[in-house]
């Protein structure tokens, strides 16, 4: 059994006494239709910011649409990470799922293969310092600001890569093979993408257009949208094993509700446009454990500010710290 399945056994118990079972099976209809309208929406905001970001030349013009922009290619990842759920279509397909994964991993220049492995190890090994492969070998390992703070850099990039080629070395041949191709793939494109547009328009176009919003931008949505996942938890309760956020109507558009990632892991089929709602049906259970939620601008200031350590329960280091320097 796996680590998570095999400590969050009452969990699952309390959880499914706590929704009803026809309000649980709506919760998990999948409809193609608004997933596509989603998915094309992001395409329309990714496609607008680039025009605008070409459109002005003074900086406080474009800037802000470099923002949206990195916040577009960061949420095809959210898009694959659907498909990694099989929470797209309502009658499954290999072939479907395959094509789609591939599409979402294009932009963000991962390999979808090594996403979906890798991903689904994570909700296998929710809980272990060994068994989950993001913090086994993406966390950082020093609770250093310094350190933390390169995450939302482009540092980024080579820290995730080597995290991912460390885990990838235990895979089966043929699996790592399928992944070097993908991941050359989306890098001849990303590079393909970078250069057409410096001949086209220029390198100081290039920069504006794809350098700031992928290599400036990508890891702060990243970071940020990793910070609210599993970091500030309590370690002796699988209920709080994930970090429970503030329902924003704000954060759910940026982040394609991926931002209620407490729920995600305790119905992981439950596709993103849904997780709102699960939220306020699950109001009454976070009450009686006394599960707190969370806002970003909170995470941030505790997380590198006051330096907490990730995958700790930071409520219990505030405590900790206040009676260290009361005495």
Sequence with gaps: MAYYSDHALDLKRDLAAEIPTEELRELHQKRPLLHALIALANVAVLLAAGAAIVHFDRWYFWLPFAFAAGFAVFDFTVLLHEVVHRAVLTESSEGAYRALGLLYAIPSGISASQFTKWHLDHHAGLGSDTEDPKRHYLSPKRNARWLKALYFTPALFPIYFRAAARETASYEPALRARIARERLATIVFQLGVLFTIAFVGGWWIAFKLYVVPVFFVFPVAFALNRLGQHYDIDPSDPAKWSTLMKGSWFWD??????????????????????LPRLQRLLLPFYAKRGIVAHGYGELVWQY????????????????????????
Excluded: C, I, Q
């Excluded at 558009?253 to 849904?274: C, D, I, M, R, T």
């Excluded at 219990?316 to 710290?321: I, K, R």
């Design 304 to 327: 590198l500010v006051m330096n907490r350590k990730p995958h700790t329960l930071w409520s219990a280091d505030a405590t900790a710290a206040h009676v260290a320097t009361a005495e």
């Design 253 to 274: 558009v940026v982040y394609l509700a991926s931002n209620y990632h407490l729920e995600h892991h305790y119905f992981p089929g439950v596709p993103f446009y849904n």
